[in-house]
């Protein structure tokens, strides 16, 4: 619940009907038995567009960032969102909740959305929004690609340096 997957499973339905084209999947451990929620959830076609994998490999990981269109990320509290900056180094544009630190990886209209973290109508919106604008899908794509290279570890480093010879 505090990754806000409950988020997710409120807003799939409206997510899948609004866009026909879309496909949710979820993944990762599930020890909550999410999957199944989802799949109890959604019946018939809408059903047939969602898949719960569990647990994935990391090269599996890497294949899904790579070739979804976005990344919902609707976590309540992260200290820092490393899995936003995953789904960037494929230039995967993400979704997410406004809370932790994940605004501070995530900058809103730059190389995602943020969402209220208790919004499911709201993430539900960002998506369709995400989906049937591609200019704003491409700036993200391009946004998010050029914020990982902004947060990579050397920049990082260097601006730590900076700081200290600063100070």
Do not use: Q
């Amino acid at each position: 619940r505090r990754k806000g997957i409950d988020l997710i499973l409120e807003a799939a339905e409206d997510i899948l009907r609004t866009n026909p084209d879309a496909f949710l999947i979820l993944a990762g451990r599930d020890p909550e038995g999410w999957g199944d929620r989802f799949r109890e959830r959604l019946k018939g076609r809408l059903g047939e567009r969602f898949a719960a994998l569990g647990e994935v490999s990391n090269a599996t990981r890497e294949k899904l960032l790579a070739h979804a269109y976005c990344l919902l990320f609707p976590s309540r509290y992260e200290s820092f969102g490393l899995v936003p900056l995953e789904a960037f180094v494929h230039g995967t544009p993400v979704i997410a909740a406004r809370a932790g630190a994940i605004p501070e990886v995530v900058k809103d209209g730059e190389c995602g959305i943020l969402i209220d973290p208790y919004d499911a109508s709201g993430l539900a919106k960002a998506v369709a929004n995400l989906m049937k604008d591609v200019g704003l899908h491409k700036r993200l794509s391009a946004g998010a690609a050029s914020r990982v290279r902004k947060l990579s570890a050397r920049n990082s480093a260097l601006h730590t340096v900076d700081v200290y010879v600063r100070t």
